[in-house]
């Protein structure tokens, strides 16, 4: 009883790890205990990085013809898993990363989360090491899979890593095959084959659904009074880091300890999904209570049935482990049409803007405006 009490003290999902692969030996840019990068808007990637992310998706097609439905947020889900886009090397004009990224040396030393040894394959040429093989660049390849996936997508005959314009091709190709991405057992199957974990495929995917929200972002002239006022209040957190029971109606604050995970907020300053509600719904001078499952006692109730259609910008978005049973409800977002809320997820992650299909077990909404 004790355990679900707490479990109900805040809302959020249950957690996702993040990816084991390289990356788990990838040590670089901001990351929260958690591995998970922060950051999340498409303004958050790095502009060289964007261009290269576009320019693969476009240039794809010539090497795997009968790839179908390849999108710039599938490539950036994926770097933002691997190597938080790069973030804190210098890009040049040409798409050269320097200083290069490196995993661990995956000889079985248990350095980085690896425990399998693999034998060297280049020679050094592209991980800088001759004893062993390490992940490199910002798509974290192993030398033995860039020797076949590897293109040259800037033009100097040179297909490179740790340049971004080729790594990025280069994970398009891997990715693609024959697949059309644009059906989600697809595109799942396609990230498993990048890195066979459950927890990467939940990461990663969350990322891409972020990153599509992101680039078909609300217009804010189309809000008016209360609605706009609070959702742009919402969409102003982006970026802030999820913290367990963190964020009130002053904005951001510490968390408390601990999620079902054991993920603790107390050195986080940030929101909780609720916390985030709360927030953005007091700018307007509407008091909400402090979980999810009691902020859908409030307003007119938009029952599941009706389907996400129903909702209206404004409106509070709910999630349910038994859809039907407000009691059970864990999660909630604020809708900002078109299939997108503003959404504080989970332990690892940051405030950003999804797709309503980002979470399980909708429940409905709550028109409060």
């Known amino acids: ?21 390289a990356y788990v030996a990838l040590k670089t840019g901001a990351q929260d205990d958690g591995g998970i990068a922060e950051g999340g808007s498409a303004a958050d990637i790095p502009a060289r990085m964007l261009a290269a992310y576009k320019k693969a998706a476009a240039q794809v097609g010539r090497y795997a013809p009968k790839c179908q439905g390849m999108r710039w947020p599938v490539l950036a889900g994926i770097a933002k898993a691997e190597s938080n886009h790069a973030i804190g090397r210098d890009i040049a004009d040409n ?7 490196y995993g661990a040396l995956l000889n079985g030393s248990g350095q980085g989360g690896n425990t399998t040894v693999f034998p060297d394959t280049d020679g050094g040429t592209w991980d800088g090491s001759g004893h062993g093989e390490r992940a490199v660049g910002p798509f974290q390849f192993l030398p033995s899979t860039w020797e076949s996936i590897g293109k040259d997508a800037n033009g100097d005959r040179v297909a490179d890593p740790h ?48 990153y599509t ?22 969409l ?9 029971g963190g964020g009130n109606a002053q904005g951001p604050s510490y968390g408390i300890c601990c999620s079902p995970s054991g993920r603790s907020g107390a050195r986080i300053k940030g929101f909780d999904c609720s916390g985030l509600t709360t927030y953005a719904y007091a700018k307007v001078g509407i008091g909400l209570p402090r979980t999810a499952a009691a902020q859908a006692g409030r307003g007119r109730r938009i029952p599941a049935g009706l389907g996400t259609g129903a909702l209206k910008p404004g409106d509070l978005v709910f999630y349910a482990y ?26 690892g992650t940051v405030v950003r803007l999804d797709s309503v299909n980002a979470m399980s077990g909708y429940a409905g909404g709550a028109r409060l405006l």
């Not at 798409?95 to 990224?101: E, F, H, L, Y």
């Not at 977002?333 to 997820?345: K, L, P, R």
Request: hydrophobic share 40%; net charge neutral.
């Open 95 to 101: 798409g050269d990363i320097r200083p290069k990224i």
């Open 236 to 244: 102003s957190q982006r970026g802030v880091p999820y913290s367990w």
């Open 322 to 347: 038994a859809p039907g049973h407000d009691s059970t409800i864990y999660h909630v977002g604020v809708y900002t049409g078109g299939g997108q809320m503003i959404n504080a997820a989970r332990p």
């Open 213 to 234: 929200a992101a680039a078909e972002g609300p217009d804010l002239k189309d809000f008016s009074g209360k609605v706009r006022t609070v959702i742009d209040a919402a």
């Open 1 to 21: 009883m004790v355990a679900l009490l707490m479990f109900t003290a805040v809302c959020c999902a249950a957690p996702v790890g993040n990816a084991i692969s």
């Open 163 to 210: 340049n971004a314009d080729d790594a990025a091709l280069g994970a398009a190709v891997y990715l693609c095959g024959g697949r059309d991405l644009t059906k989600r057992p697809q595109l799942k199957a396609a990230i498993l084959q990048y890195n066979h974990s459950d927890e990467y495929l939940a990461n990663v995917l969350g990322w891409i659904d972020q």
